[in-house]
DNA sequence: TGCGATTGTTATTCATATTATTACATCAAA
DNA sequence: TTTGATGTAATAATATGAATAACAATCGCA
């Protein structure tokens, strides 16, 4: 039960592009090395980034460009854009016995509970931005020059 | 990406056990009749839920009872009882790279906002209550029969 | 005390989802 | 037209979820 890696790749995508993007042209390959997962799966988010608005991507000259500042892209969009299954947070059991009174009405009771928990959650990742996840990296980093 | 069945099912076994449990005795076999799950994983979530202090069990004469009144359980209870790997709802890539300075500082700049994301989730899910769930079985039921 | 019923628990298998990997077509720019 | 990158499909490896079988542990009752 975890919301799957896809995720913090994603961010770690953003993050990294926006940090590397002024110096040197950033790849997949590039970002593979610094997250440490395979280059088509990198390349499978640039995609799902890319139909979501969030980057560009060019073949041959290659590298990501982000096409909206950090400050406008919350969790909540890099969440829509690469994770799958996210219509259904929670999972039913599939087959609840129709002829039990509690197993054919359990679905009726439930469902607009859980559609409300999940549309909290997915509000509350409006609240984060990419943005400010960029500016610690900075911070830590020149944290780190300085001592 | 889904929250597991657990939580849904373990629900469903509290609505049952109220439903049924004044004419009849409870058991994991019933249970898993009316829920379509196999008993084996009904009992897996009867003991958890034992553990977590929301029913008591018995061998032997067999049945579930119901420890607390349904109004001060809430989905956050039940979440927390069976459910797996909730200590850490999204899931970090496991190796950024070191060597970089963004792999090196990722971790430090999204894990307090994860957890804060988390932290809201969970307090969300206490704002749901089983009785509520149990009552409206009740009325679909009586619905039901009226027609 | 011994029997039947039920929970508690482990081990095994099966199914599904996630991630890694290989391979190659596609495209853009020099 | 060559080079270097993305796009994507197919496959394998891994992890997780769930079903199932088997059996020990326990309780109540005759």
Excluded: W
């Excluded at 979501?52 to 060019?58: D, N, P, Q, R, W």
């Excluded at 590298?63 to 259904?88: C, H, M, R, S, W």
């Excluded at 009174?101 to 009771?109: D, S």
């Amino acid at each position: 039960m975890q919301i799957s890696t896809k995720f913090t790749i994603a961010i770690h995508i953003l993050a990294a592009t926006e940090y590397f993007g002024k110096d040197m042209k950033v790849t997949s390959d590039l970002l593979s090395a610094s997250i440490g997962a395979n280059p088509v799966i990198i390349r499978g988010l640039m995609s799902d980034m890319k139909k979501a608005g969030l980057i560009e991507t060019k073949r041959g000259p290659g590298g990501i460009t982000i096409t909206k500042p950090l400050d406008q892209i919350t969790f909540y969009d890099v969440y829509e854009a690469v994770e799958k299954n996210k219509d259904e947070l929670f999972h039913f059991h599939e087959a609840p016995n129709p002829n039990c009174p509690v197993g054919h009405n359990i679905h009726a009771a439930l469902d607009d509970r859980l559609e409300k928990a999940q549309k909290h959650f997915e509000e509350d990742l409006k609240n984060y931005k990419v943005s400010d996840v960029a500016k610690d990296i900075h911070k830590l980093i020149k944290k780190e020059e300085a001592s």
